[in-house]
């Protein structure tokens, strides 16, 4: 049974190269609090704030960032008028920061499955973001994977996700770097040797930004993790609907170990694409099962049969609260893509929706299987876009404007 995902992955075709690849321009997050998550980014990570122009419904809050250089943005919003009775995003919030418990204390044998959600970003030095973090009080751990590379994890505020952070540099010879090592889910994780020499083509791929000054380095887009409720499936679909690549998963050995399912997808953009770090940018589709928590707790399976039985309802038109936590990707024709997903073998539905102003959205409930909804955006309207819904007739439901 475990060999099936493969077999069917070796015989699926990637998408043709008619459409551009979805070429990712934005996270979006719900929040509790979307000013308090917003202005976290802009006081630790040198963020700058942004207009927002979701909505003007009084019942809906929301604050956009944008990191320069890559023009990467993070909107953080919050409608509670969407709030399904059964299950809100209150309730999530609630229960996966509860699990995350004292970051500080974190390692990479006391990692939770809910922290698989975070957006992956990469910097040429991590020394001022660890010591604003430091001076805050914030609390975040660290651990070491690759050759020479580490990463920071941190939660934003109000979201119960996770900023993930990597790097290869860090002028804190005493700072905290556990060992990366996923199948060790009992034990004490060891502790990691930071180099203090970095490879000079990775650190110079990822170039400060001179206009920010030499206290904020640049930092740029690198993939999207998924807390997947079936990772290998949730690479067939990208592969074959999105026109991702297989990429080899850097933690070889915990399908056999059976501590983890983990799946990567790479959008290998072609020559000449703007790649603002210098590298293409990923999906890591992760089902951290031997993590806490454990059945009868909700687990991330769990969860997301709870929102496509509660709460979602695509193919009824209809928006929820749950679908704001999706990554954004830009394309040149919806249509394009919407039309592979027709009679799709996975049961995924989308809806289409505008803002209004010439731009439209290719929403894709991909959540049962790839864990986030996925948003493709364009302002080539789609077929049909006279009847496509706007943002505002569904943020401002219940709601006087």
Request: proline share 6%; net charge negative; aromatic share 14%.
């Amino acid at each position: 049974m475990m060999l099936m995902p493969f077999l069917l992955l070796l015989a699926v075709a990637p998408l043709g190269t008619l459409a551009s690849l979805p070429y990712p321009v934005a996270t979006t997050y719900n929040s509790l609090d979307p000013q308090a998550s917003a202005q976290f980014m802009i006081d630790y990570f040198g963020a700058l704030s942004i207009p927002s122009n979701t909505t003007s419904c009084s019942s809906v809050t929301s604050s956009w960032v944008r990191f320069p250089t890559s023009n990467y943005e993070f909107h953080f919003i919050s409608t509670p008028s969407l709030a399904a009775d059964s299950f809100t995003f209150s309730d999530f919030e609630d229960y996966a920061h509860l699990s995350f418990g004292n970051l500080t204390e974190v390692s990479a044998s006391t990692y939770t499955q809910f922290m698989d959600f975070h957006v992956g970003m990469i910097t040429d030095d991590m020394t001022p973001f660890y010591q604003a973090l430091k001076v805050g009080g914030v609390p975040f751990f660290m651990v070491g994977q690759y050759p020479s590379f580490f990463d920071l994890f941190v939660e934003i505020p109000g979201t119960a996700t996770i900023l993930e952070i990597t790097s290869q540099r860090l002028d804190v010879p005493d700072a905290k770097i556990s060992e990366w090592d996923i199948c060790q889910v009992n034990g004490t994780s060891s502790s990691w040797k930071l180099d203090p020499q970095p490879l000079p083509n990775v650190s110079s791929s990822v170039a400060r930004d001179g206009s920010r000054g030499e206290s904020w380095p640049v930092i740029n887009w690198r993939k999207t993790t998924m807390a997947a409720p079936h990772p290998a499936l949730a690479e067939i679909f990208t592969i074959k609907h999105l026109g991702g690549k297989h990429v080899q998963q850097g933690h070889p050995g915990v399908w056999v170990r059976r501590c983890a399912k983990i799946s990567w997808v790479e959008f290998e953009y072609p020559e000449g694409t703007y790649l603002p770090g210098g590298i293409n940018y990923q999906f890591h589709f992760v089902d951290g099962y031997k993590y806490p928590p454990h059945e009868p707790e909700m687990t991330i399976e769990t969860f997301a049969e709870k929102v496509e039985k509660e709460v979602r309802d695509f193919g009824g038109d209809s928006f929820d609260e749950f679908a704001h936590n999706r990554v954004t990707m830009w394309v040149d024709d919806l249509d394009y893509y919407a039309e592979q997903l027709v009679g799709n073998e996975f049961g995924v539905e989308w809806i289409f929706r505008t803002d209004g102003g010439g731009v439209y959205y290719l929403v894709i409930d991909s959540a049962g299987i790839t864990g986030n909804v996925i948003e493709l955006v364009s302002d080539k309207a789609p077929v049909g876009a006279a009847d496509v819904k706007t943002w505002e007739e569904d943020l401002c439901q219940n709601s006087e404007q």
